[in-house]
């Protein structure tokens, strides 16, 4: 059974850093890619970030370039996101998100909250 199990969000001030970790489970971690989603109150989930399986080649959502940075240690099978300068449009829950065994799995998401 596919498991990502999501940590690492919380309340931040703006400017402030944050680091998601997704831990994955129950498949072959290292030949997927990996992506980070967010949903803001009222709003639709929307991507945020990816990483691929060969060479780490990584894509983001115009509005965290240079911003978030994600990585991923298949080691220990987990993808990361690091988020720096952060704003108060960046409030959201996060979610970690994988296409294996030709479906969808979700993480249960973490709160994000950039307030002052």
């Known amino acids: 059974q596919v498991q990502l199990v999501v940590s690492g969000g919380g309340m931040v001030q703006p400017g402030g850093s944050l680091r998601l970790s997704c831990a994955a489970s129950g498949f072959p971690f290292e030949i997927y890619a990996m992506r980070w989603f967010r949903q803001a109150p009222g709003k639709e989930r929307d991507f945020v970030a990816t990483v691929s399986s060969v060479f780490d080649t990584t894509e983001y959502e115009a509005s965290v370039k240079g911003r978030f940075t994600i990585s991923r240690d298949n080691a220990k099978n987990t993808v990361f996101l690091q988020m720096k300068s952060l704003k108060p449009e960046d409030t959201a829950v996060y979610y970690c998100?994988?296409?294996?065994?030709?479906?969808?799995?979700w993480g249960q998401g973490t709160q994000v909250t950039v307030s002052s």
């Open positions: 998100h994988v296409r294996a065994f030709r479906r969808v799995w």
